[in-house]
């Protein structure tokens, strides 16, 4: 209990002094896993709507294939990305391996079919006439998609956070493709690993609480926003 | 009315996932007109309206809206902003009724200044300005479809399609919305397809009724016409044309036809050879009932002493199944059903004119 206590003062402590490598940390951690969020929501919005509203041969596969996609362990994805980027592989040429980039990659890769998964579910769940309901409205083909993704933002917000809590949270993949390195491709998660590793319990809770807390801080700004203007 | 078209479809075959769902020769719905559209499911009631809103593309054939060929693709949009569709389903968006009934405006850009102004007419219109910054999803059926309503008719359409929009309602809402319907139309002249299974509500709106049944038009015409003069034998059972039997013409006599049918004789108007088999039909309510002596003071043609076999309740009225050597269905209303102390068993008299009788071939 008392490595739990020491941990909530050292967490304070860090926070309070504003310590540079923690505060380079958590917004690094911020920038990866913000930019995955943001690239994962463009693709999966996206394909997500268009899957959703096409009918196509192969449709109920490919669906399949992103609900697996939903359940991806990052340490997998971490070993296909390292395979892609390593000096040899057939993006080696890019030479990213070990950086931010390939953690964005890497992240993009776990998130994206988490957030295309929730937006397929969420725009077939719509009443199949809506969509036509809105044309007869007059809305071009692009008003009607953005009708659509109003009338489905609380799961579709749903889709932002699930991502963004499954890439903030992930280690497997960020070590592999990040290699960990202090002041470079350390994020909040590889720190708790290392730290917890070391036996410097009261860092890795340290680090840990403000993982939670960032965790908690967006998902409360977004929580705000999807129950905004739902009028009563 | 003005007999001018509106929208026209000629030679127009629609298909859905591969099967051909509609076929229509030839369309036309007329200026300030209202058009009920009526057939069993599946007859191409909504395959129909949904191509001429615009939402489902045509095989084939021709499409006009004011003798213009609708356009396609990204080009039809413009179209669909002169026309209006409302579905069973209300399908209102999770907002405010003020802000459903504003979609259609938001839509197209239109100020807001003018959108408050058109959309406060519109509820008041429709009564449910006090509903204004209700959440849609706090509605009742009805609230919710006159807040539909409201929607379709706040962009002022050329045409209102109509699917089905009262069918999910319970009979006191429906007819209060029908009401409100009815007279909306009226004065403001819209012209409008109106698909229903209530042949009262089909009744009370149309200026002409058109029955569908696998994806083809078999009959259009004034509402009186159509129920009283089924162009077939599955129009005059759709209708509900119960009484439809099946004769052999006896003789003929400028222009009434002597039929015998299971061995029982009846007059009727009309044309035909002796010796023809010819279909029949007449309306439960234009059969008589009487008690007492058959051939007394009736100018009917068609006497028949019988009895009652059943007496079925339909609200306002009753239907009874009598034997008169043949079965024959008799609309009363509750009220004569007590006068003449009608239950089942008793003996009764039926008669109906050579006029009620409407005749087609069976070929």
Redesign the interface.
Known sequence: MEVLFQGIREALRLLLTLDREVLSITLLSLKVSGLATLISVGMGMGGGTAVALTEFPGKRLLVSVVNTGMGLPPVVVGLLVTVMLWRNGPLGALEILYTPTAMVIAQTVIAAPIVMGITIAAIQNL?P??K??I???????P?MLL?LV??ARLPLLAAVMAGFGGVISEVGASIMVGGNIKGYTRVLTTATVMESGKGNFDTAIALGIILLTLCFGINYLLTVVQQR???? | MNRTPVLEARDLRVRRGGTEVLAIDSFILHENETLALIGPNGAGKSSLM?TL???LEPASGHLLFRSEQFPTG?GA?GY??R???V?Q?P?L????VF?NVA??LK??GVPPGEIRERVDATLQRFRIAHLA????RKLSGGEAQRTSLA??FA?RPEVI?LDEPFAALDPPTRQLLTDDLEQVLREWGTAAILSTHDQGEALRLADRMMVMNNGAIIQSGPPSEVMNRPATEFVASFVGMENIFTGTTTTTIGGLLYLEVAGTHLEVMGDGVTGEDVVFCIRPEHVVLSVGTPESHTSARNVFPGKVIRIVPQGLYQKLYLECGFTLVAAVTNQSLQELRLAPGSPVVASFKATAVHLFRSG
């Open positions: 009443p006439n809506l036509l309901q044309l007869s409205l007059g809305a071009s083909r008003q009708l109003r009338e203007e739902r009028p009563r | 949904l809103a615009g939402l990204s949009t669909r902003r026309i209006a569709m579905f389903e399908l968006f999770d907002t405010t802000g979609a259609g839509i197209r910054g209700r959440s849609a929607r379709a962009t399609i």
